[in-house]
């Protein structure tokens, strides 16, 4: 079982380093990119090493990879929108798109997403993803639940963003495991004997669990499946293309940061949601 | 005209502001919520403020707000998605999204979007957003062109992620104005008669022009739209409301932090990127 608190520090500092790293070259122009590309030394230059997978072994960064994303009437796009943009970035990977019947889905919002090809047609994939979304009653429905758990036991790597982890949890393919979710929802996890840990990413069995906190959370989630599946030069060049440089410019991104007003808006919208307990259609 | 010198100053000071707060507050569970909406202190938990609109007096906060998000085939869906997930939670706010001929959009990676209604149904709008893509052949097409300059001359605010900046540049539109736009592409702007400016956010002609840099670059980017059109406490509730406390694990979000061999590879991919003239399909 991945150590939580260990996992907490690391990021950090990875973060703090990251920021410190950017105070400094903030007013570097793009002009002083021959430079770099030259091998002019820079401050803080050398990466941090994040740990790399291959403890299982079974997937070495070249051999090709198949992402599935469980698509649903009222999912979230962003919630797969960020790590869609990064896993079809990766060398050697497909990413595919599912639902129930297949066709189009109506996201939250009335956005409609797809052609997705049909669960039932998908022998198998590696890596499952199930994202959240605004109501969860399509993807709780018996029949979607079996495809997803089908899919999540025969997958070296299943994984959620937002509050997919309640989709996923209700399978009860996560008994016992650790799992992240959107702030509004993550204690719900314990109702289908999850753990829930409000952190932005989570992992356990040494990844064969991995997962994201709400909608933004799955680019970060992403970009550490990215290294742990494809090696981290590759989740780096992802980071790059997708220009991954956050300057939020409210301190409003999760309820430690946000002001008492703001949290009881969402409150209102939500009820429970402060507690990590809202409730959603779908969720008993 | 904007002062950019000060507004990258003023990023810089919320940026580091917000994270020095995160700092604090990490090791908080969400259990202390319920100390927080009973109004215990925290560390630097007063907001900032940033400049409000209204010099114009055009938008009030609850006054209705039409948002049209232009699609093509071979846009990239992580541009629009960040500012569709957070326009779409903006009170009193109509989010439309059009391509020239309407149906359905085929995406970078083929990814296959919409349901759009057709650019010339769409009699004018108070906000256009022109979102990048991997191939700007069909945006760049006279027609398309024709209904997206239409467009920005009737709206309050024309505005552009990533290089979708080129798109409007090409209708003339930029001509002698400050934008944003994904940094491998940036200076392709000067050809336009467009003045690349390369940050996260820029705006222009206080406020009727705004843009944001490459791909997540959106999310900054309509966050501090939504700020100036919606009021400062729509825009926190929205950020929270989609956990946007980003935690990249890596530091390669732009070439300032990039190590050059990522840095390379980019460039491998797209000729000219490290100097902000990657070629693209589309783009002379």
């Excluded at 989740?235 to 002001?259: K, V």
């Amino acid at each position: 079982m991945t150590d939580h608190s260990e996992n907490n520090v690391s990021d950090e500092r990875l973060t703090r380093a990251g920021h410190s790293r950017r105070d400094i070259l903030k007013f570097g122009s793009i002009a002083t990119l021959g430079a770099v590309l030259g091998g002019v030394a820079l401050p803080g230059r050398a990466a941090p090493v994040l740990a790399q997978a291959g403890s299982e072994g079974e997937l070495a960064p070249n051999d090709p990879l198949d992402i599935l994303i469980v698509n649903y009437d009222g999912g979230t796009l962003l919630d797969f929108a960020g790590p869609s943009e990064i896993f079809h970035r990766l060398p050697n990977t497909n990413v595919r798109y599912a639902s129930l019947n297949g066709g189009s889905v109506t996201l939250e919002f009335g956005v409609v997403y797809g052609k997705t090809e049909r669960l039932a047609d998908i022998e198998k994939t590696d890596v499952i993803l199930v994202p959240g979304g605004s109501n969860l009653a399509a993807p709780m429905r018996p029949e979607y639940q079996a495809q997803i758990r089908r899919l999540a036991d025969s997958a070296k790597h299943v994984t959620s963003v937002c509050n997919g982890s309640l989709v996923l949890a209700a399978t009860g393919v996560l008994k016992g495991k650790r799992s992240a979710c959107h702030w509004a929802f993550v204690n719900k996890l314990s109702e289908y004997g999850a753990i829930p840990v409000p952190d932005r990413f989570v992992e356990d069995d040494n990844g064969r669990f991995m997962s994201g906190g709400g909608v933004t959370a799955g680019i970060d989630f992403a970009l550490r499946v990215a290294a742990k599946l494809r090696g981290q030069q590759a989740a780096e060049f992802t980071q790059l293309a997708i220009e991954y440089d956050p300057a939020p410019p409210f301190h409003s991104g999760h309820p430690r940061d946000a002001r008492p007003e703001v949290i009881a808006m969402v409150d209102k919208e939500l009820p429970g949601a402060s507690r990590g307990l809202a409730r959603i259609p779908g969720v008993r």
